[in-house]
């Protein structure tokens, strides 16, 4: 069963806009990853935010993580036709577990 | 360093064969994951091998089994092929002793049984 839900479940907006992408999940977790994956191909790992960590930045992307709310956002700034892809949470449960449980991911178009 | 590499990359079986597949990890990485990713259930955990172990496995039954070389390399094989087994199979590496928790996707095997 997933771990993680995600909203909404596809996005579309214009190129330049924010995207925002939401992500819950159900037990406590070690760590939490967000994941891209274009046109069914492998997943490339974007941010890694742990469970004592509140925001984290990597170049155009911010992720927050709620510890009491069991929830996690994905921004995008500055959107790009390049960013379309399918987006993903997955969550670590516990340290060295090496078993990402995965939410059913976000569909992200960006219009030109 | 080269990323990790799947063969094959497709591959179309009928229902009943088995299959093999390939995954060969990033240099250094002792850990390899294998993950199946379907439109109606998403990607979902099979198992992890660590130095030759099977560390962590999934909720999948018996016919979905794997192992790992001494270069880490792993596959998996499944056996008495059902329609349902049609899937992306993705596996991903990372070093696995908790120094890194990301963990590096190939570009995965697309099984279609028919």
New interface residues.
């Given amino acids: 069963s ?1 771990q993680g839900e995600e909203d909404p479940q596809a996005l579309s907006i214009q190129e330049g806009e924010n995207a925002t992408m939401n992500c819950s999940y159900k037990t406590s977790i ?2 939490l ?1 967000w ?1 891209r994956q274009n046109s ?6 974007l941010i ?1 935010i742990r469970s004592n960590e509140r925001e984290k930045h990597s170049g155009r992307l911010r992720v927050t993580l709620d510890t009491s709310k069991k929830s996690s956002s994905l921004l995008i700034t500055a959107s790009r036709a390049a960013d379309t892809a399918s987006y ?1 949470c ?1 969550t ?1 449960l516990f ?11 976000t569909r992200l178009t960006i219009n030109p | 360093k080269a990323g990790v590499t799947q063969t094959p990359r497709y591959l179309i079986k009928t229902r009943g064969q088995q299959v093999t597949l390939s995954c060969s990890p990033i240099s250094g990485h002792r850990s390899v994951s294998w993950y199946q990713q379907t439109p109606g259930q998403g990607l979902q955990f099979l198992f992890e091998y660590f130095s030759e172990t099977q560390r962590n496995k999934g909720n999948f039954p018996g016919r979905f089994s794997g192992r790992q070389f001494s270069n880490s390399r792993s596959e998996m094989n499944v056996s008495t092929l059902e329609l349902g087994d049609s899937a992306l199979y993705l596996c991903a590496s990372s070093p696995g002793d908790g120094s890194s928790y990301e963990q590096y996707f190939g570009p995965g095997t697309r099984l279609t049984v028919t």
């Fill in positions: 997933q070690n760590n990853q994941y069914g191909r492998g997943l490339v790992h890694l993903f997955a670590e340290q060295g577990a090496q078993k990402l449980v995965f939410g059913q991911g």
